[in-house]
């Protein structure tokens, strides 16, 4: 399992802030979103490769590649600005 975490407007979205996700091992993160999209078309939308999102893994910034392990926390969230 891998803690997912959602933020902001991802988070409104899918109306989750986290949950519990089984991966199978290995996986890497283009695997786990193609797992979220998997669940329906608000999945699909909000997480689709067109949008703008970002990963981190374990609080590092992640691609798409990033190989995930067993007790990791991926955090999905879209960029953000501020001041």
Known sequence: MVKVMFFASL?????TSQEAVSVPTPANVGALI???????????????????WRVAVNQEMATL???????????????????
């Open 11 to 15: 988070r409104e979205a899918l109306g």
């Open 34 to 52: 193609g797992e979220l999209r998997a669940r329906g078309e608000t999945w699909a939308q909000a997480l689709a490769s067109g949008k703008r």
């Open 65 to 83: 590649e990033t190989v995930l392990s067993e007790g990791d926390e991926v955090a999905i969230f879209p960029p953000v600005t501020g001041g």
